[in-house]
């Protein structure tokens, strides 16, 4: 029998019935059975580099603290006290060995001196006095989640029984790759620029997601940006020197939800073109940094994102600008955009610098593209809710039944450039996780050895 | 400086602010780009949450990331990008005022670009966008202005929002 959720998110008929996300229930189950189980990204190494280091980020809803200890291990726990629920971090990052609540000042500490696992409550007012040997603080410490480290990315989930995350990435590992390692090829850990841009927008955090996962067809959506020449080289809004050699196309990966745009699995590196005609510095960077990226890989596989999205709600640009998104859920009617910025560390000062404003102007709420997104994703969302439309279905029949396997490509899938493939697919593994099986899925094997 | 003829130059500094506003309300863009000098930096920090014995660094820095980190050429792309009439996000335009107040004058300098005046204002910036969409912002903002032979230009601003979360979907006014 069909669930009921595969009912409403019909990917065979490619209809979509707006309820998904409008509805109060059917959020309050996202946040459960998606939330709560899958993978999620929560921030990047280089924010916390120094042993005490934390950040408080989110997962859901959830405020999560992430936090280095003494040994260099990094712990992602639920900011809420155990004992009457006040957050016990109230900053956006800092240095700590552990963290106080203000209410009745139970303390837990993330140091193997103090206690024996991260997160373990430490201290309590009166413990002995006022709880005479009936609390055990060791059954009392934040609640913690399961943590993986991928190149520099920091992943977690509440599930403990959640597979790895390479096994839960699945080869869109090799895309993802393709954002974090070094532009030469080499997984060189990237850089991250300090600030994370946080802005809330009025619309279900799935838009967001379906944004990037690759819907080419909103292209459109940017003629304004496309007219004002803001590329780093001041090409029209990205300088895609590498895709002008390669056939984009839309890839996403069955029983994952994974999906993006971008090229299909390659061997050779295209012939250079100049990027920075008006800058030699930066020319001169980019062309070594061309040749060291021929020779470190060689005529082994690589693919090249534009842009790509894991399930449920992170995104990433692949090339210009280099950033990765969150779409935290706060209500079906609204998310919070998270953003952070990411470089090589060795680029020049110079074209550090070009490539940082290029960022600004490109992403986030002031991005000159991000910006037109918005809106349409606002107007989109509140549709959603019209009375009149309610039991319509949305329109996601763009390529439907055109699609072929990927050769090297584990359950991968080309839907051509012009596709809602991409978003059909998510939409599968959306209802994989409301009903209840998400690990059920036959794409969950072991894969060799990651990205590398 | 004596007292008096600081009060003075700060009206005097207020008013070119106000007929700034005026440009921007008025939806005068082009026009709105002369306010500036070619060398002009326009920069919007991130706001942070930190501990009281970090407060100072609650705003992203110069190399960091912000919201804003604009020089006259990319200001006057946005300029070009809102005269497209296909940027959805100022299309149909905005309603916006800008108000300006507190405006005060920190100090009166002679460098070799010219005078330089520092000063500090508060600002308020209400939008109203389509039909039912506000948002309401308000902040600090340091300007260095330079006196140029036709009146003052803005050399650099700084704009320090009060907001850690954005509470705008998107920042599409000019501040």
Same mark, same amino acid.
């Given at each position: 029998?069909?669930?009921?959720? &595969?009912?409403?998110?019909?990917?065979?008929?490619?209809?979509?019935? &707006?309820?998904?996300?409008?509805?109060?229930?059917?959020?309050?189950?996202?946040?459960?059975?998606?939330?709560?189980?899958?993978?999620?990204?929560?921030?990047?190494?280089?924010?916390?580099?120094?042993?005490?280091?934390?950040?408080?980020?989110?997962?859901?809803?959830?405020?999560?603290?992430?936090?280095?200890?003494?040994?260099?291990?990094?712990?992602?726990?639920?900011?809420?006290?155990?004992? &009457?629920?006040?957050?016990?971090?109230?900053?956006? !990052?800092?240095?700590?060995?552990?963290?106080?609540?203000?209410?009745?000042?139970?303390?837990?500490?993330?140091?193997?001196?103090?206690?024996?696992?991260?997160?373990?409550l430490f201290g309590v007012p009166g413990y002995e006095e006022n709880y005479a040997g009936i609390l055990d603080k060791s059954e009392w410490g934040l609640q913690r989640a399961k943590v993986e480290i991928y190149k520099g990315t920091i992943w977690a989930t509440w599930d403990h029984e959640a597979p790895d995350l390479l096994t839960y990435l699945g080869d869109m590992v090799h895309y993802l790759d393709?954002? +974090?390692?070094?532009?030469?090829?080499?997984?060189?850990?990237?850089?991250?620029?300090?600030?994370?841009?946080?802005?809330?927008?009025?619309?279900?955090?799935?838009?967001?997601?379906?944004?990037?996962?690759?819907?080419?067809?909103?292209?459109?959506?940017?003629?304004?940006?496309?007219?004002?020449?803001?590329?780093?080289?001041?090409?029209?809004?990205?300088?895609?020197?590498?895709?002008?050699?390669?056939?984009?196309?839309?890839?996403?990966?069955?029983? +994952?939800?994974? *999906?993006?745009?971008?090229?299909?699995?390659?061997?050779?590196?295209?012939?250079?073109?100049?990027?920075?005609?008006?800058?030699?510095? *930066?020319?001169?960077?980019?062309?070594?940094?061309?040749? &060291?990226?021929?020779?470190?890989?060689?005529?082994?596989?690589?693919?090249?994102?534009?842009?790509?999205?894991?399930?449920?709600?992170?995104?990433?640009?692949?090339?210009?600008?280099?950033?990765?998104?969150?779409?935290?859920?706060?209500?079906?009617?609204?998310?919070?955009?998270?953003?952070?910025?990411?470089?090589? !560390?060795?680029?020049?000062?110079?074209?550090?610098? +070009?490539?940082?404003?290029?960022?600004?102007?490109? !992403?986030?709420?002031?991005?000159?593209?991000?910006?037109?997104?918005?809106?349409?994703?606002?107007?989109?969302?509140?549709?959603?809710?019209?009375?009149?439309?309610?039991?319509?279905?949305?329109?996601?029949?763009?390529?439907?039944?055109?699609?072929?396997?990927?050769?090297?490509?584990?359950?991968?899938?080309?839907?051509?450039?012009?596709?809602?493939?991409?978003?059909?697919?998510?939409?599968?593994?959306?209802?994989?996780?409301?009903?209840?099986?998400?690990?059920? !899925?036959p794409a969950l094997r072991a894969t060799q050895g990651g990205g590398d | 400086m004596a007292h008096r003829d600081r009060v003075m130059l700060a009206a005097d500094i207020a008013e070119f602010f106000y007929q700034e506003a005026d440009l921007l309300d008025e939806r005068r863009f082009e026009e709105w780009l002369g306010v500036f000098t070619e060398d002009v930096q326009y920069f919007m920090p991130l706001?942070?949450?930190?501990?009281?014995?970090?407060? =100072? %660094?609650?705003?992203?820095?110069?190399?960091?990331? %912000?919201?804003?980190?604009?020089?006259?050429?990319?200001?006057?792309?946005?300029?070009?990008?809102?005269?497209? =009439? #296909?940027?959805?996000?100022?299309?149909?335009? $905005?309603?916006? $005022?800008?108000?300006?107040?507190?405006?005060? #004058?920190? $100090?009166?300098?002679?460098?070799?670009? =010219?005078?330089?005046?520092?000063? $500090?204002?508060?600002?308020? #910036?209400?939008?109203?966008?389509?039909?039912?969409?506000?948002?309401?912002?308000? =902040?600090?903002?340091?300007?260095?202005?330079?006196?140029?032979?036709?009146?003052?230009?803005?050399?650099?601003?700084?704009?320090?929002?009060?907001?850690? #979360?954005?509470?705008?979907?998107?920042?599409?006014?000019?501040?």
């Open positions: 029998m069909t669930s009921p959720y &595969r009912k409403l998110a019909d990917s065979s008929q490619g209809l979509i019935d &707006r309820s998904i996300f409008s509805d109060e229930t059917l959020y309050r189950q996202e946040m459960q059975q998606i939330f709560g189980h899958a993978w999620l990204f929560v921030g990047h190494v280089g924010q916390i580099p120094q042993p005490f280091d934390y950040i408080t980020s989110r997962m859901g809803e959830s405020s999560v603290i992430v936090s280095r200890d003494g040994d260099g291990q990094i712990h992602v726990m639920l900011n809420i006290c155990r004992h &009457r629920g006040m957050k016990v971090c109230r900053y956006d !990052s800092g240095n700590a060995r552990s963290f106080t609540c203000p209410y009745h000042a139970w303390s837990y500490s993330v140091d193997s001196k103090l206690v024996a696992r991260a997160g373990d393709s954002a +974090l390692h070094h532009r030469d090829g080499s997984d060189t850990e990237s850089e991250v620029f300090v600030g994370v841009q946080k802005w809330r927008v009025p619309c279900n955090w799935k838009i967001g997601s379906e944004n990037f996962m690759g819907d080419y067809y909103h292209d459109v959506s940017h003629r304004s940006v496309d007219l004002a020449n803001i590329g780093p080289g001041g090409a029209s809004r990205r300088d895609n020197r590498e895709t002008s050699m390669h056939r984009s196309t839309s890839v996403c990966f069955r029983g +994952l939800g994974h *999906a993006l745009v971008g090229t299909l699995p390659h061997f050779e590196e295209p012939e250079y073109l100049p990027k920075y005609p008006d800058n030699p510095v *930066a020319m001169a960077y980019d062309r070594e940094v061309y040749e &060291r990226r021929v020779k470190n890989l060689g005529s082994g596989m690589r693919v090249i994102t534009q842009a790509g999205a894991v399930f449920p709600n992170f995104a990433f640009h692949g090339m210009q600008p280099r950033t990765l998104v969150v779409f935290h859920p706060v209500s079906p009617d609204e998310m919070e955009m998270w953003r952070i910025y990411l470089i090589d !560390s060795d680029v020049p000062e110079e074209l550090r610098e +070009l490539l940082r404003r290029f960022y600004l102007r490109y !992403s986030g709420p002031a991005g000159m593209t991000e910006s037109d997104d918005v809106e349409n994703w606002v107007h989109a969302h509140h549709s959603s809710k019209n009375p009149v439309a309610q039991g319509v279905p949305y329109n996601y029949q763009i390529g439907l039944g055109r699609t072929k396997p990927v050769e090297g490509l584990q359950d991968a899938i080309d839907g051509g450039l012009v596709t809602e493939e991409n978003v059909r697919n998510f939409y599968d593994r959306w209802a994989d996780f409301l009903e209840g099986t998400p690990w059920e !899925s | 706001a942070r949450n930190m501990r009281h014995d970090e407060i =100072g %660094a609650e705003f992203t820095s110069d190399k960091e990331i %912000a919201w804003f980190e604009e020089g006259l050429v990319t200001l006057q792309q946005r300029v070009k990008q809102l005269a497209t =009439g #296909v940027h959805w996000i100022e299309e149909p335009l $905005s309603r916006v $005022s800008h108000l300006i107040t507190n405006v005060r #004058v920190l $100090s009166d300098e002679t460098c070799a670009l =010219g005078r330089e005046v520092r000063t $500090s204002a508060r600002i308020l #910036v209400y939008q109203n966008r389509n039909e039912t969409e506000t948002v309401l912002l308000a =902040g600090k903002r340091l300007d260095t202005v330079r006196e140029t032979t036709d009146g003052w230009r803005v050399c650099r601003r700084e704009v320090r929002l009060d907001q850690n #979360v954005l509470m705008a979907k998107a920042l599409t006014t000019f501040f």
